[in-house]
């Protein structure tokens, strides 16, 4: 009876170390950026060599921003490798894994965790005015685009949309962003992100005074 405990305890390790947030379990190379009912955001760092802790995402959208080579080792104990192009959005399921950086450079990306679906499913836009939309990554619960902001590019204050996004800036630019209800955002470095939430006013403008190149998820 005692060894049978035993071996249903080691059994249920691996389980225990599926269900692991990477904030708590590898904080040197999953930080929070942001969080809120619809998503959380996470920034994801490693350096040449440097691995992770098994642990579990939920469905999310992954936006590199730098070329590099990682491999996963699986809940069951099979390894998979992916070359990460930068700037090249990848939706995944849900899973459990225990990643590792096997390039020779380092790996730079965001991490956009779906979270549970509270309110009807929107309907994903299929064009902008003054701005080019090109899809990079479609899941079950959003979709990734890059997308291109004319240089005069302007959405009027009080505007809103009826889907939840995410906005990643792919380099420094000067575009005005206002959400109600918080400070207005004016310099974008790479890599900076903000949410807009469904039927939030805002106001956005882009015065680089030429294109400006994002990553947009918008949530189903």
Known sequence: MKSTLI????AALPMAAAAQDPVKVDGKHYKLVLENAAVRVLKISYGVGEKSPMH???????VPLANSKASFTM??????AMDVVSEVA?????????????GTGVIDALL?????????TATMPGA????????????PGGVAYRSTLAADFHEAAGSTHEFDQVVVSLG?????????????????????????GRGVKHE????????VDVVIVALK
């Open 204 to 211: 956005s403008k882009n015065n680089s005074g030429k294109p």
């Open 128 to 139: 902008r005015p003054g701005m080019a939309l090109k899809p990079l990554a479609d899941g």
């Open 56 to 62: 579990a995402h939920p469905d999310a959208i992954l």
């Open 90 to 102: 990848n939706y995944t399921a849900a899973m459990t894994h225990a990643p590792a950086n096997v």
């Open 172 to 196: 420094p630019a000067d575009m005005m962003l206002a959400v109600e209800g918080r400070p207005t955002v004016n310099k974008w470095q790479r890599g900076d992100v903000q949410f807009i």
């Open 112 to 120: 956009v965790e779906i979270k549970a679906k509270t309110g009807a």
């Open 7 to 10: 071996a249903a305890l080691l």
């Open 75 to 80: 809940a069951d104990g099979k390894v998979q």
